[in-house]
Nanobody
Framework: QVQLVESGGGLVQPGGSLRLSCAASGAINIYAVGWYRQPPGKQRELVADMSVGGSTNYEDSVKGRFTISRDNAKNTVYLQMNSLKPEDTAVYYC?????????WGQGTQVTVSS
């Protein structure tokens, strides 16, 4: 069992930046990693993911603004979010998965508002 703890969320003005971190309790080098979000009243959606080999995939609305990265030595996944918009407001969740193993963090709130 791997536990994930997200941090870095908060309130930010439109156009601002935040960096989310996801610290894992164990090694993540064999896992694909991803960030998901759930806006108020909506379903959870994929924001970005990264394979073990480093290939990335982004949801269309965040391309060019968000960057996912991983530091296997620190067992940590990051999401750099720039040029934030009010529609980015959501609870953001970290996910790691390998074969039948699928772990989620508890989520961190990101609110973009003036």
């Amino acid at each position: 069992q791997v536990q994930l703890v997200e941090s870095g969320g908060g309130l930010v003005q439109p156009g601002g930046s935040l960096r989310l971190s996801c610290a894992a309790s164990g090694a993540i080098n064999i896992y694909a990693v991803g960030w998901y979000r759930q806006p108020p009243g909506k379903q959870r959606e994929l924001v970005a993911d990264m394979s073990v080999g480093g290939s990335t995939n982004y949801e269309d609305s965040v391309k060019g603004r968000f960057t996912i990265s991983r530091d296997n030595a620190k067992n940590t996944v990051y999401l750099q979010m720039n040029s934030l918009k009010p529609e980015d407001t959501a609870v953001y969740y970290c996910n790691i998965r390998y074969w039948r193993y699928d772990y989620w963090g508890q989520g961190t709130q990101v609110t973009v508002s003036s």
